[in-house]
């Protein structure tokens, strides 16, 4: 079946860095686009980023451009979020997301993993 499983979140001082990743497995991973989505405290989640399939294309939402980057290795199933200058607005659960058609399209979260950016 289908998993995604994030991983590398935690405790980080504002202006520091962390890279989280996400592994996915029971799909062909290099033929679908990914997504990474946030959700901080009562609010909605809300998409972070996206990158192709082949990953030669990538889309970052506003609040997070020129400090997050998306990048992906398809010979290890990874899909990655490096995020620098991290802010303490950065602070949610950040969840890995694949839209995939085994025998019909459905869509798949990960478990999220929790960042939290303070001092």
């Known amino acids: 079946q289908v998993q995604l499983v994030e991983s590398g979140g935690g405790l980080v001082q504002p202006d520091g860095s962390l890279r989280l990743s996400c592994a996915a497995s029971?799909?062909?991973?290099?033929?679908?686009?990914m997504r990474w989505y946030r959700q901080a405290p009562g609010k909605e989640r809300v998409l972070v980023a996206f990158?192709?399939?082949?990953?030669?294309?990538?889309n970052l939402a506003d609040a997070v451009k020129g400090r997050f980057t998306i990048s992906r290795d398809n010979a290890k199933n990874t899909v990655y979020l490096q995020m620098n200058s991290l802010k303490p607005e950065d602070t949610a659960v950040y969840y890995c997301?694949?839209?995939?058609?085994?025998?019909?399209?459905?869509?798949?979260w990960g478990q999220g993993t929790q960042v939290t950016v303070s001092s």
């Open positions: 997301n694949a839209v995939v058609r085994i025998d019909r399209w459905l869509e798949y």
């Open positions: 029971g799909f062909t991973f290099s033929s679908y686009p």
């Open positions: 990158i192709t399939s082949t990953g030669g294309d990538t």
